[in-house]
């Protein structure tokens, strides 16, 4: 089973299709899917999606793709992760670590860490964070 991180971004890209790279992200997950592709994400990211979606979109559509996101962590097809005391921690130390990359949010260091924790190195989000942090991991678009 191959994993990818599945960043806001991704998230957004996919669910809302007026995203400059929704094409692109929707042709991944019709091609990563199908092949015993699992995403992995978090649920601080799920709740920054939602706040991003809800003021990008209608709150209807909003509920459906959550809920949609959930059913299919509920049937093991996608991984959600918590952020638990432990890992919010290690994300607090990594944005003093690397208090020069004032740029960088929090909810990403908290993704660096399950990334890492998981081994994982490929995003799926255009965010330049993930490989300016040089922590090996790489952006799918």
Not at 13 to 37: M, Q, S
Not at 81 to 101: G, H, L, P, V
């Amino acid at each position: 089973m191959t994993k990818v991180f599945f960043d806001t971004w991704g998230w957004v890209a996919i669910a809302h299709k007026n995203d400059t790279h929704h094409y692109e992200a929707i042709t991944f997950c019709r091609n990563f899917l199908p092949n015993k592709g699992a995403p992995v994400t978090t649920d601080y990211i799920l709740a920054e999606t939602i706040t991003l979606l809800r003021a990008k979109t209608e709150a209807d559509g909003v509920n459906l793709f959550i809920d949609t996101i959930l059913e299919a962590v509920e049937k093991g097809r996608i991984l959600l992760e918590r952020i638990d005391e432990k890992r919010w921690q290690k994300a607090w130390n990594q944005s003093k670590k690397y208090k020069d990359k004032s740029g960088i949010s929090f909810v990403d260091f908290t993704s660096f860490v399950v990334m890492k924790e998981m081994g994982l190195t490929s995003a799926l989000t255009a965010d330049k964070h993930f490989e300016e942090i040089g922590m090996g991991f790489k952006k799918l678009f």
